[in-house]
């Protein structure tokens, strides 16, 4: 199966995040315990920071090579934070944002197919079908995200 990005670029004034939607089958409350099960998005390497439950949550995930030390390269805590947003729909589904502050267009590349993963894992482990792999995400959907970074430059 093809998985085609779908993370889009919310621009503010002094720098861009990335925004990721999926809708998840099943209602808020249910949603939120798939969601933030710990880990969160049955990833190795995300880690909650803050919940409200059912609606909001902060999550930092790190990606490859960041995690030897547990420190940027600033000495800062390694990895990205985002924030994670529940709503419920009226048709008892529940609409999730996943979003991806203050992106640096240097390794949106590497980054940004990161978001489309986990999500489509996750509704695919709700759904009760099979996972996705990173290796259909990476590095097949890096071509779009340095698009979306080039769009920033100008």
């Known amino acids: 199966m093809k998985h085609l990005?779908?993370?889009?670029?919310?621009?503010?004034?002094?720098?861009?995040?990335?925004?990721?939607?999926?809708?998840?089958?099943?209602?808020?409350?249910?949603?939120w315990d798939q969601?933030?099960?710990t880990p969160p998005f049955g990833d190795e390497n995300a880690t909650l920071l803050t919940a409200d439950p059912p609606d909001h949550a902060t999550v930092r995930i790190t990606f490859a090579g960041e995690e030897e030390n547990?420190?940027?390269?600033?000495?800062?805590?390694?990895?990205?934070v985002m924030d994670v947003y529940l709503r419920a729909r009226d048709d008892g589904s529940t609409d999730?944002?996943?979003?991806?502050?203050e992106v640096d267009a240097t390794t949106l590349g590497e980054r940004g197919p990161r978001?489309?993963?986990?999500?489509?894992?996750?509704?695919a482990r709700?759904?009760?079908?099979?996972?996705?792999?990173?290796?259909?995400?990476y590095p097949a959907g890096?071509?779009?995200?340095?698009?979306?970074?080039?769009?920033?430059?100008e």
Not at 127 to 134: D, K, M
């Open 5 to 31: 990005p779908t993370g889009r670029t919310r621009r503010h004034e002094d720098h861009a995040d990335i925004v990721y939607t999926r809708i998840l089958p099943a209602e808020l409350a249910e949603a």
């Open 35 to 37: 969601a933030m099960t």
């Open 70 to 80: 547990g420190e940027d390269e600033a000495g800062g805590e390694a990895g990205e």
């Open 96 to 101: 999730l944002q996943l979003v991806l502050h």
């Open 115 to 123: 978001g489309d993963f986990l999500l489509d894992r996750l509704v």
């Open 126 to 137: 709700m759904a009760g079908e099979v996972e996705p792999t990173w290796g259909a995400y």
């Open 142 to 153: 890096r071509a779009y995200y340095e698009t979306l970074a080039a769009g920033d430059e």
